[in-house]
C-alpha cells in the first residue's frame, strides 16, 4: 500500500446532516487541488458494496454549499456489517483502482471504518457529519450547529403561542444518547427545563421546578426534552405525569422530529465542513488512515476512530449550571 495515492473515494452514511454537501465539495476539491481523482459512492456503504460510484470534478460540486441532506445520499446498509458484504466493497474499490476512502458519518459508520480497515488494511479517513454531536475529538460534529438554530427557531415560534395561551410546551428534540441539542438549544431558547440521557434530574424534582416557576409568577413553561432522556418517559408520558401531578398549567407536547435534519447549514456548519473536507484528503496524502479529522480549540485535529466512537463528549457542567441559573 506504499504506491502513491492517485484516486480517492467518499462517501456519507449514516443519517444525514446540514453541511455534509459542503463537506464533499470540500472533499472533491481539495483533490482537484492536489491532482488527485475523486470518486462519488452513492447511498454509502451500500453503494460500496454495489458499485455505484461516479467521478466528481470540481464543477459536479457546484452549488451545493448551501444545500441540506447530501447529494450522494445516505443509507443504512446491513450488508456492511458481514464479511461477504465488505468483500464486494474492497473487490469493487480494488476494481475501480481506489486507494483510500473518506467516510462522512457518524459513529456507525466509523465502526464500519474500522473494521474494513482491519480486514483490508485500506486507508480510511473519517469525517463527523452527525446532527447530535456524540463524537469524540472534535467541538462539533457538521450538522450540529444549524440543527440548534433550526430547533431555537421553533422553539421562539411555540413560546409566542405558549405565553398567549399560559400554556406549559414539552419539546422533545433528537438526541437518543446525547442531550448536546437539548441542553444547548433549552438555554439558547430560554427553557425552564433541559430533560437530557447524561442526568436524570428526576420527575420528583421537574414537578417540584414547575410549581416554583409558577409560585414565581410564570405563567408559561417550556420542557425541552431529548429523545433518550434518563427519566426513561417518553414525552407523552412525561406530559401526562405532570398533569396528574401538576394539574395547573394546560399542557402541550410537540415533537420536532426529523425537521431537525434539514434545512441549509449554518456559517459555522460550512466552514467546519470545508476545513474538515480539506484537512481529510491532506490526512490521507500524508499517509494517515484510521483517524477522524477534527476542530479542536479551533486547530485541526486527528483522533483515532476508536477513541472517536468510544470515548464519551462530556456535558459540560457549567453550561448545565447557566441553564439552572438563567431559569429562575
Ligand atoms: P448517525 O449517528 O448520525 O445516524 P451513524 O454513522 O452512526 O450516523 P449508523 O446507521 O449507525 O449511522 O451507521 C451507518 C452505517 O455504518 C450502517 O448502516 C452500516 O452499514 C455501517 N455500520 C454500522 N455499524 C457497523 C458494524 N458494526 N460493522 C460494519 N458496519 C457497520
Not at 29 to 46: F, H, K, L, P, S
Not at 208 to 230: A, C, Q, R, Y
Request: a neutral charge; aromatic letters at 6%; glycine letters at 12%.
Amino acid at each position: 500500500m506504499n504506491e502513491p495515492i492517485k484516486k480517492i473515494a467518499v462517501l456519507t452514511s449514516g443519517g444525514d446532516a446540514p453541511g455534509m454537501n459542503a463537506a464533499i465539495r470540500a472533499v472533491v476539491r481539495a483533490c482537484t487541488y492536489y491532482r488527485i481523482e475523486c470518486v462519488g459512492v452513492y447511498r454509502g456503504y451500500q453503494g460500496l458494496i454495489e458499485g455505484d460510484f461516479k467521478t466528481l470534478s470540481a464543477r459536479h460540486v457546484s452549488n451545493i454549499i448551501n444545500k441540506g441532506g447530501t447529494i450522494l445520499k445516505s443509507a443504512r446498509s446491513q450488508e456492511f456489517k458481514t464479511t461477504e458484504g465488505r468483500a464486494k466493497a474492497f473487490q469493487n474499490l480494488k476494481e475501480a483502482g481506489i486507494g483510500a476512502i473518506v467516510l462522512i458519518g457518524g459513529d456507525g459508520t466509523f465502526t464500519g471504518g474500522l473494521k474494513f480497515i482491519e480486514e483490508y488494511n485500506f486507508p480510511v479517513v473519517g469525517i463527523p457529519g452527525t446532527i447530535d454531536n456524540d463524537i469524540y475529538g472534535t467541538d462539533n460534529t457538521i450538522g450540529y450547529d444549524t440543527a440548534l438554530n433550526t430547533v431555537v427557531e421553533v422553539i421562539d415560534k411555540i413560546r409566542d403561542t405558549a405565553s398567549s395561551h399560559n400554556r406549559l410546551f414539552f419539546i422533545e428534540v433528537m438526541g437518543r444518547d446525547a442531550g448536546f441539542i437539548a441542553l444547548n438549544s433549552g438555554i439558547g431558547a430560554g427553557a425552564e427545563e433541559i430533560l437530557i440521557p447524561e442526568k436524570n434530574l428526576g420527575l420528583e424534582r421537574l414537578v417540584d421546578s414547575l410549581k416554583k416557576s409558577k409560585d414565581k409568577g410564570k405563567t408559561s413553561s417550556i420542557v425541552v426534552v431529548s429523545e433518550g432522556d434518563k427519566i426513561g418517559k417518553n414525552v407523552f408520558e412525561l406530559a401526562d405525569y405532570i398533569n396528574d401531578n401538576f394539574p395547573h398549567y394546560d399542557i402541550r407536547v410537540s415533537v420536532l422530529g426529523h425537521m431537525q435534519r434539514g434545512g441549509s447549514p449554518s456559517c459555522f456548519d460550512r466552514v467546519l465542513a470545508s476545513r474538515l473536507g480539506v484537512a481529510a484528503v491532506e490526512a490521507l496524502l500524508d499517509r494517515s488512515t484510521g483517524v477522524m479529522v477534527g476542530i479542536t480549540n479551533n486547530e485541526v485535529s486527528t483522533v483515532g476512530l476508536n477513541k472517536a466512537i468510544k470515548m464519551n463528549h462530556d456535558i459540560n457542567e457549567e453550561l448545565l449550571k447557566v441553564a439552572e441559573i438563567t431559569s429562575v
